[in-house]
């Protein structure tokens, strides 16, 4: 069974500019999630989607990030325009429920 | 609100030699308890989970925790480890509600 897929898996621009991330979750997930992994921390929860609605997007800074999932698959994350404290790994996760997450290996944004 | 508490930001252990991570939580209710791993570059990868009955829960990889509800703790355990066991150890709880909560991890060091 494939996993969780996210790309890129790093990303490199400047402060102002926009970045955009995919993830295509584990087939037949409904769950997806998008965490911020700043260095030294635990992941924090962004978004959660079930299917194509947004659940729980109550931490996402919402004047610069946005996702959507509007096939109820795959999802983009994005961010316009970028600060430097966004510097960070970006997880996607995805669930069938049984509160079981599984994780992409990320996406390492650094912020110049 | 919630929490998860991981006191040892850095562990250095002997290879063979036992190993004990410990994590404590804050809540008024008992959640459901996770400890997931963290390879440098990786996703996070779940070892087990705790949700009802046996206090004491098997793993993948050899590692066991146990679920002490008086101490409101859920510490993760392995008897000898291994030089590929380095890596970055998050313990995590929901309250049913598929919504994670890291702590802030532990780093975990292997000297020959």
């Known amino acids: 069974e494939a996993g969780v897929a996210q790309s890129p898996r790093y990303k490199i621009i400047e402060k102002r500019q926009s970045v955009a991330f995919w993830c295509n979750p584990i087939s037949g997930h409904a769950t997806l999630y998008w965490y911020q992994q700043i260095l030294g921390q635990g992941p924090k929860l962004l978004i959660q989607?079930?299917?194509?609605?947004?659940?729980?997007d109550s931490q996402l800074p919402k004047d610069r990030f946005s996702a959507e999932r509007l096939k109820g698959v795959d999802s983009t994350l994005k961010i316009q325009p970028a600060k430097l404290e966004d510097s960070a790994v970006y997880l996607c996760?995805?669930?069938?429920?049984?509160?079981?997450?599984?994780f992409g290996a990320g996406t390492r944004l650094s912020v110049l | 609100a919630q929490s998860v508490t991981q006191p040892d930001i850095h562990i250095t252990v002997s290879e063979g030699a036992s190993l004990e991570l410990r994590c404590n939580y804050s809540y008024g209710a008992t959640p459901y308890l996770f400890w997931y791993v963290q390879s440098p570059g990786q996703g996070l990868q779940l070892l087990l989970k705790?949700?009802?009955?046996?206090?004491l829960v098997q793993g993948i990889k050899g590692f066991e925790a146990e679920f002490k509800r008086s101490q409101s703790s859920f510490n993760l355990r392995k008897p000898s480890v291994h030089w590929s066991d380095a890596a970055e150890y998050f313990c995590?709880?929901?309250?049913?509600?598929?919504?994670?909560?890291f702590g802030t991890g532990t780093r975990l060091t292997i000297i020959p």
């Open positions: 705790y949700f009802s009955g046996d206090t």
């Open positions: 989607f079930q299917n194509n609605g947004v659940v729980d």
């Open positions: 996760a995805s669930s069938l429920g049984l509160d079981i997450q599984y």
């Open positions: 995590a709880l929901n309250f049913g509600n598929e919504k994670l909560t």
